[in-house]
């Protein structure tokens, strides 16, 4: 298995050319590079509109309604989802509780390029063997909205991201649980 450090050396180039790639940043300054601590913690999804979502896809890759997300510090990823709507309240505290029955499979590892200032996280799961996920993490630091939708500052825009073809293929809004 490659170590993480590999992964950087091969994958920094291409985060150059992604850059550009971002569907609000690049027009607008009220998002920037997420922090490894801005990312630690519970997240919620929010619903895009087909108008802000990339067409990579033939359809949604993710199509629970509802879904949870919780990063911790160690370096797993739960998530939890749903079909029924609307979607249920829950509070933070309440997610860690429903999280203990999901199993630690999969991991992410957050890297920032010295040279070129551009953030990637890197999902790994220990039941496939070499999977990964490239996502683009950025944080909105002014609200603003896009085609209906309310970006709130704190909310966690994360890209998805094709390494070999320097596309972004899916985002996910997602706004921290409280």
């Known amino acids: 298995m490659r170590s993480l450090l590999g992964w950087v050396f091969r994958i920094t ?3 150059v050319l992604l ?12 998002e920037r590079n997420a922090t490894q601590q801005e990312i630690t913690g519970n997240w919620q999804l929010l619903p895009l509109p087909d108008s802000l979502e990339p067409k990579e896809f033939k359809s949604n890759p993710w199509p629970a309604t509802c879904q949870w997300y919780s990063y911790s510090s160690a370096g797993s990823l ?6 029924n709507q609307p979607c249920r309240p829950l509070s933070s505290k309440q997610l860690d509780e429903a999280l203990t029955a999901v ?4 991991s992410w590892k957050y890297d920032l390029s010295p040279v070129y200032q551009k953030a990637l996280i890197i999902i790994s799961r220990s039941d496939v063997q070499h999977y990964a996920e490239y996502w683009m993490p950025h ?5 603003f909205s896009k085609d209906g939708v309310e970006f709130r500052e704190g909310d966690l825009l994360l890209y998805l991201l094709n390494m070999q073809e320097h596309k972004i ?3 996910r809004h997602l706004r921290r649980m409280t």
């Open 13 to 15: 180039p291409s985060i």
């Open 78 to 83: 739960k998530s939890i989802d749903t079909t």
């Open 19 to 30: 850059g550009s790639l971002s569907l609000f940043a690049q027009n607008n300054p009220a």
């Open 169 to 171: 293929m899916w985002i």
């Open 103 to 106: 199993p630690a499979i999969v």
């Open 139 to 143: 944080i909105v630091t002014n609200t």
